[in-house]
Structures are given as C-alpha cells and as structure tokens.
C-alpha cells in the first residue's frame, strides 16, 4: 500500500507520509517513507535506501496540486538532480505516457526553458520523475518577492514560446501553461525560466477533461474540450499578464 497523508509531529513540525514499501521494493529498504516538514520545506527521513538504487532525497523546493518537487543527488553520476514526485495512483495507461514522455523529451533539451529529463523511476502506485537541478522558486512566489525588469519579461516570454514550440513539434501540448508550472532559475548574473508541469501534458487530441482538475481556469483557454497547440497559446499569453501584473487576466479576457 502507497498512500498520501498527514500527521502532527513534535515542535509543531509536520510529518508527510509518502509512501510504505515491503522489503526487497526497489528503491526502498521497506517500512516507511516520511517526508518532515517545517513551514514550507520537507526533508526524506533518514536512512531510506536511494530510490531506485541510486538516488538520494533532499530538501522540497516546490509544490503545487499532485506533485512535490525535491533536491537530489544522483550518486551513481555523482551529480546534482531534481526529483518530481507526482502523487496519486498511476494507472497502466498513466505509466504508458509517462515512460513515452520521458523517452522523447529525455532527448530533447536542446531549448534551455524546456525540461531536461533524465530518468523516471516508476512503483506499482507512485512515479519520480529525475531531471535536471533546479535552484530558484516558483514564479508565483519569485514575482511576488522579485517582480521581472521588462527585459527580463521579454525575455522569459520568449523562452517559453522556445519550450513550448519544440513540445509541439514532438506532439505534445502542456495543457497547463500557469505560473504555478513556470520556474524561476536563478544564475550568477540573471535569472531564467524552465517549464514545469512534467506529468500533466498530454498528445495533441487528446480529451482535455482527464487533467481539467489539475488546471487553473483563470489561465485556460475558454472552451476547450481538447489538447491543441493554441491551448498554450492563450495560456501562455495569459502567464505574460501575471509576469507584468502580479495577477491573472480579467475573466473576460477572450
């Protein structure tokens, strides 16, 4: 059994249940998998065997609806990693896309906005996804404490139409372009953006209704029964609003 759930711990900390394996799972030593968490942080307990054999859990940087992202270090590669784990049941046709997804787009990070995946480690009932490590913070948090120069607002619109143009051109729509799903990464002299959301997209046709409860309305396209490239388009446009504003468009935005 893998489920989801709370429990009050000492010192006012949280202890997030994530998982419970059986000895001799892989990435596991069996027992259980708390994640502890103080404020907006979490940290893997102690003395879990890597996952997937090679991969140890560090500090959550991010979260939003059905996925946690964690600080991570690939200790065959001895190489720093991210790891997004995405709650919630993966299902066999969930599994099917997910291990298409990452063979595509483990290849294709040739745009610096666009996710480089670098493995995905799969259970009966959970699935990690490994990528590239991430320092910075979501843009709904960074625009709130660091609002964009117009330069940089240009500049990060830009990366984006780069990430999702060659995530189109490999046949698979976002689905969920919104500042949640945009990562602000932080560099010596500047800062960029990656697109986040790794799960959730989905091949271009297909039903948008299986991740509508994932989506924020007020970045979606109106009316829309399924994926399509102009989805990202009117949400993307969208995200550019909240890069300049703060906010999301008026509701009558069409």
């Known amino acids: 059994q893998v489920c989801i759930g ?29 994640v502890r968490c ?8 102690a003395g879990m065997m890597p996952l997937g054999g090679r991969y140890e859990l560090g500090e959550s940087f991010a979260r939003d609806r059905g996925s946690v992202w964690f600080h991570a270090k690939d200790t065959r590669l ?14 066999p046709a ?8 990452v063979r595509i787009l483990g290849g294709a990070g040739t745009e610096p906005a666009l996710m480089r995946v670098y493995d995905l480690v799969l259970s009966s009932d959970r699935a990690y996804v490994v990528m590239e490590p991430l320092v910075g913070a979501l843009a709904t948090e960074e625009i709130r404490l660091a609002p964009p120069t117009t330069d940089e607002m240009v500049r990060w619109v830009g990366e984006l139409v780069q990430a999702l143009r060659s995530a189109h051109e490999l046949g ?33 046709g297909a ?12 970045y979606a396209a109106p009316a829309t029964e399924r994926l399509d490239p102009r989805t990202d ?7 550019a609003h909240f890069f300049a504003t703060g906010a999301p468009p008026p509701p009558d935005v069409s």
């Open 233 to 239: 388009v009117f949400s993307l446009a969208a995200v």
């Open 38 to 45: 103080g404020g907006k942080k979490c940290h893997a307990r």
């Open 94 to 101: 969930r599994r099917t896309a997910l291990e298409r997804e």
């Open 6 to 34: 709370d429990r009050d711990g000492a010192g006012g900390f949280g202890a997030r249940f994530v998982g419970r394996t059986s000895p001799g799972r892989e990435g596991h030593s069996g027992g259980e998998l708390w």
């Open 172 to 204: 698979f729509v976002h689905g969920s372009v919104e500042p949640r799903h945009v990562f602000v990464q932080h560099h010596q002299a500047d800062r960029s953006v990656k697109l986040l959301g790794f799960g959730g997209m989905g091949a271009e």
């Open 207 to 218: 039903i948008l209704a299986s991740t509508s409860s994932e989506r924020d309305a007020k």
């Open 78 to 91: 001895d190489r720093a990693v991210s790891v997004q784990l995405l709650e919630g049941e993966v299902e």
